[in-house]
Nanobody, 123 residues
């Protein structure tokens, strides 16, 4: 599985960005997919996850109400719409494929990781 995360960039506080996660070589339509982020000097933390059918989602408290995760299994992509961005959202964002089909916030439940896309939010 080769995951490619894209869509990061430099924005101002209050702006929006849409991240995408794609896997060109193998489908992950039967697996949950999650987004994590890691800010400089901090641990990698859970952001959002979506189940294999897209029916169930999970969000960290820090992004709930501002971020929306979605997936299109026909295109083998998962997206993260990020609205009302804040400087604390600045981080390298990773997408990851879980072993199972249900959304989970636990890093250990994910066995495939992309290389990350950088999001920088200025105040």
């Amino acid at each position: 599985v080769q995951l490619q995360a894209s869509g990061g960039g430099l924005v101002q506080a209050g702006d929006s960005l849409r991240l995408s996660c794609a896997n060109a070589k193998r489908t992950f339509s039967n697996n949950a997919v999650g987004w994590f982020r890691q800010a400089p000097g901090k641990e990698r933390e859970f952001v959002a996850a979506i189940g294999w059918k897209g029916r169930f989602t999970s969000y960290s408290d820090s992004v709930k109400g501002r971020f929306t995760i979605s997936r299109d299994n026909s295109k083998n992509t998962v997206s993260l719409q990020m609205n009302d961005l804040k400087p604390d959202d600045t981080a390298l964002y990773y997408c990851a494929v879980a072993r199972g089909s249900s959304p989970t916030p636990r890093r250990g439940d994910y066995n495939y990781w992309g290389q990350g896309t950088l999001v920088t939010v200025s105040s």
